[in-house]
């Protein structure tokens, strides 16, 4: 193709398609925000509070008592400023000389000065406080979001809005940074604003309520504003989530190849670019809504304020209040203005705050829902016999089960093969057999006891899986066979694993041995080829010695030698265990004391190679296909 062919032919492409709309439904579709009055909206602020000084206890006791008592500090030492104010402005207005009027108002002066210090000291130890908390409680709450999402059941992973929900739960844990702040400065703001206007009210109750009626507006309508962000925040939730995982697919080296040799750059940039921009739309969409917020806010808040300047004016020059009085009274009305817009501007970030925990919460609560509490029964090794019992199930959301009656028994020292086309519920059947699902109808049994019955961490102790997508975790070599549950303080057993595999070779030519880190995206890691990466998967399965050994696809990257050691290093291994093989390589089935084929979610055949290969069935024929190259 001349280069004229290629501008022509780009010239007559159709447009590259945009995002897909992201729409879902159920109970979480609706943003929980919608139905919800203003007042009940303020009413939150309290219990948010709470659930902040709970986290805070439970991360810091000693450091929320430091920074409650500074709290109280800071509300004292400012009762003092503005009394002893109070009291310094009547030598200072009075008669006599300077000098006199000086020498009158020193001390209490001097209590001004140590009252701001001690205000001052109060609120740098506050803000220490806060630092001490604020990074333990964000990690204690990322971790508990990162366990939950860990421990569900997997059968969560396929609902609508699954998914989208962690993402909202995310923004609650980047929330956690600021929340202790934002309560400390409401409540330090707080108690300024009651001492300050304690004082105002002693020295004329019309000031306060002329005080509250000037800051409302502004309250009112920071927690309006913050409303609407939430809803901007809700509406771009499936967006985000969409947009993060597509940023890691196509920026991660893991596929850098595919991106640059297939030509992707230009189509995944106008793609991220085209997802931002529809979530900026929303964002641009809800502009006039927040600045007619603000503008009618200001409005309300300066007419009360100019209200209570001139109430203070009046009272002054009409003789109502002495010249005294209305000095203080002016460093009251500042002092209370200031605390008042910083408990409004604070208590709306504390509001802000409580929208986006409340999501992390209730996906938490869900969570620990949904984590396995199946029985109080343990499962004991050996793992003498398996049993599926008329098994069926059906994935969220589909029309058709994935496994449909399934019945089959396996024990121990058997090897099945388990072949069908894909779709047809292989890899489905293999999640009941381990326990992962548990079917909606039928049971599944180890050892006799239903699965249903039995603490799901005691199965899975005794499993071995080698999926057909697998982890290619960025860890010490060591650890990517040992996932972490090393079984004895020396490495024996993990060069067991990987001579098992046939690895040793390419182990020993990387730079630090086992303890080379798989990444290259990390200075000083390596990377391994898909083949190598294949035996490492294995060589997991192999080091736990498990009971139930299932591997699906399990030799599809590695070369005939390599497939070769492995299927003879199962069949080797097969006498103390019950060992599944998921394949399409039915040549490799030959092993196999028992195959089973299964089409929709059923068995429809099952047998011996040797008699399958004779039965006329689907295995015969997918077995001719795959010789007919």
């Not at 001052?120 to 204690?140: C, D, F, K, N, S």
Request: aromatic fraction near 6%; charge should be neutral.
């Amino acid at each position: 193709m001349t280069s004229a062919d290629t501008q022509e032919q780009q010239a007559t492409a159709p447009p590259p398609p945009p995002p897909a709309e992201i729409t879902y439904s159920g109970q979480y579709s609706v943003n929980p925000l919608a139905e919800v009055s203003f007042r009940r909206m303020c009413a939150q602020i309290p219990a948010v509070l709470g659930r902040i000084a709970r986290l805070s206890l439970r991360t810091d006791r000693r450091a929320v008592q430091l920074l409650l008592g500074c709290q109280v500090v800071t509300g004292v030492s400012a009762a003092v400023l503005l009394a002893a104010t109070a009291r310094a402005m009547e030598p200072v207005l009075g008669n006599g000389s300077a000098g006199d009027r000086l020498r009158g108002a020193l001390p209490a002066l001097l209590v001004v000065g140590l009252a701001a210090a001690l205000g001052r000291a109060a609120g740098a130890v506050a803000t220490y406080a806060a630092r001490r908390i604020t990074p333990r409680l964000t990690t204690e709450t990322d971790s508990a979001l990162v366990e939950a999402v860990c421990r569900v059941e997997a059968a969560a992973y396929s609902e609508d809005g699954f998914s989208d929900r962690h993402e909202a739960a995310e923004m609650g844990v980047i929330r956690t940074h600021v929340m202790v702040t934002d309560a400390q400065r409401f409540l330090s703001a707080l108690i300024r604003m009651v001492t300050a206007g304690g004082v105002l009210s002693v020295l004329n109750p019309l000031m306060l309520p002329l005080l509250l009626l000037a800051v409302l507006p502004a309250g009112v309508g920071a927690v309006l504003t913050a409303r609407v962000d939430y809803e901007i925040h809700y509406a771009n939730v499936a967006d985000r989530n969409v947009r993060g995982m597509m940023r890691w697919w196509a920026t991660t080296s893991k596929y850098g190849d595919e991106v640059r040799a297939n030509s992707m750059t230009d189509y995944l940039v106008y793609w991220y670019r085209a997802l931002s921009d529809r979530c900026d739309r929303r964002t641009l969409a809800a502009a006039p809504r927040t600045l007619r917020i603000a503008l009618l806010s200001a409005l309300a808040g300066g007419v009360f304020l100019v209200a209570t300047w001139g109430a203070l004016a009046w009272l002054a020059v009409s003789g109502r209040i002495e010249l005294a009085v209305a000095a203080t009274a002016v460093i009251a009305v500042q002092t209370t203005l200031a605390a008042l817009s910083q408990v409004v501007i604070n208590g709306a970030a504390v509001f802000h705050t409580s929208l986006y925990l409340s999501d992390m919460q209730s996906f938490l609560d869900d969570a620990a829902v949904r984590a396995p509490k199946r029985g109080p029964r343990e499962h004991c090794a050996p793992t003498e016999e398996i049993r599926v019992e008329e098994a069926v199930y059906q994935y969220p959301g589909k029309d058709k089960p994935a496994v449909d009656g399934v019945s089959l028994a396996l024990h121990r020292g058997q090897i099945l093969a388990i072949v069908g086309a894909n779709g047809s519920g292989k890899s489905t059947l293999t999640r009941l057999l381990t326990g992962i699902y548990l079917p909606d109808k039928g049971r599944v049994t180890w050892n006799g006891t239903d699965l249903a019955e039995v603490d799901p961490a005691t199965v899975w102790a005794n499993t071995g899986l080698v999926p057909q997508i697998f982890a290619q975790w960025p860890l010490r070599i060591r650890e990517n066979v040992t996932l972490g549950q090393p079984r004895t303080h020396d490495d024996a057993p993990v060069w067991e694993a990987i001579d098992a595999v046939g690895l040793r070779e390419a182990v020993d030519d990387l730079p630090g041995g086992l303890d080379t880190l798989l990444s290259r995206d990390v200075f000083g890691g390596s990377e391994l080829s898909g083949g190598q990466w294949q035996r490492i998967a294995c060589s997991r399965a192999l080091y736990r010695r498990p009971g139930l050994l299932i591997l699906d696809e399990p030799t599809s990257q590695m070369d005939p030698r390599g497939e070769h050691q492995i299927f003879e290093q199962i069949k080797a291994i097969a006498a103390d265990r019950i060992t599944i093989v998921v394949t399409h390589r039915l040549e490799n089935t030959k092993i196999a004391d028992h195959i089973v084929v299964m089409e929709h979610g059923r068995i429809t055949e099952q047998g011996r190679y040797d008699d399958l290969v004779h039965a006329g069935g689907t295995f015969a024929e997918l077995l001719e296909l795959s010789q007919d190259r």
